[in-house]
C-alpha cells in the first residue's frame, strides 16, 4: 500500500514540477574563452556579454523586468589561465558610441530604480481604503545574487558575475574594465576595453 502511495506521490510531482517550470536549466555562465566579446591580456581572459534581449533577462533573472526599467545586466567573465592568482578591485564601465562612460550600478541598488508613483492629490477627505502593495518587479535574488563579486582568480579558474547599467544597448558601445592585478607582484594589468555585439 504504501509503494502504490509513494508512486502516485512521485507521478504527481512528475507532472507539477515542470508546471511551475522547475525543470528550467539553472543560468550558468561558461569560461570567458567561449563568448565572441573578449580580449586577451596575457594569459588573462575577460569576456562581456549584454543581456538586452527578454528572453536572455527571463532565463538569467526570472521575473525581474530589468529591460522595462531601462537596466542593461552585462555579464563579466575573466578566466586566469595564468599560474597566480589574480587580485580584483575591478571597475566596470559603459562607453557609449561618442565617447560617455556610465558608471555600473551596484547591484543592491538596483530595486530602487522601480520608484513608485507620487500619489495624486484630492481636495476632499476620504477614509483609507485598504490596497495590495505592488510588488517591486526590479526586487528579485537573481539581481544581487547573480552580481559580479569576485575580489580574487585563483590561477586556472574563472569567475562571472553581473553589473548593471542604466543604458540602452546602442551600436559602438563598449565596457571598460580596470582594476586588474597580479597578487604577487602587485603589478597591474593594462584595462581592457571590449567592443559590444550589435545584435
Not at 511551475?20 to 569576456?47: I, M, N
Not at 538569467?60 to 522595462?68: E, H
Not at 555579464?75 to 560617455?100: C, R
Not at 541598488?109 to 477614509?127: A, G, I
Request: hydrophobic content about 40%.
Amino acid at each position: 500500500m504504501k509503494t502504490v502511495l509513494s508512486r502516485s506521490v512521485l507521478t504527481a510531482l512528475l507532472v507539477i514540477i515542470p508546471a511551475f517550470g522547475l525543470d528550467k536549466e539553472p543560468f550558468k555562465a561558461g569560461r570567458a574563452e567561449t563568448y565572441a566579446a573578449k580580449s586577451d591580456q596575457g594569459k588573462v581572459t575577460v569576456a562581456v556579454a549584454p543581456f538586452g534581449h527578454p528572453d536572455q533577462i527571463r532565463q538569467a533573472f526570472g521575473k525581474a523586468d530589468l529591460d522595462k526599467y531601462g537596466v542593461l545586466p552585462v555579464l563579466i567573465v575573466i578566466d586566469n589561465n595564468g599560474s597566480t592568482t589574480l587580485k580584483l578591485d575591478m571597475v566596470a564601465e559603459y562607453v557609449t558610441a561618442d565617447g560617455k562612460h556610465v558608471e555600473a550600478i551596484p547591484a543592491d541598488e538596483v530595486m530602487y530604480l522601480n520608484t513608485p508613483k507620487r500619489p495624486k492629490m484630492v481636495d476632499t477627505p476620504r477614509f483609507p481604503i485598504p490596497t495590495k502593495k505592488p510588488k517591486n518587479k526590479l526586487e528579485a535574488w537573481e539581481v544581487t545574487g547573480r552580481a559580479f563579486t569576485a575580489k580574487m582568480v585563483p590561477a586556472g579558474e574563472s569567475v562571472s558575475g553581473f553589473v548593471y547599467f542604466q543604458v540602452r544597448q546602442e551600436s559602438g558601445a563598449r565596457i571598460y574594465i580596470n582594476g586588474l592585478s597580479d597578487a604577487n607582484t602587485r603589478k597591474d594589468l593594462f584595462y581592457f576595453e571590449i567592443p559590444l555585439p550589435n545584435d
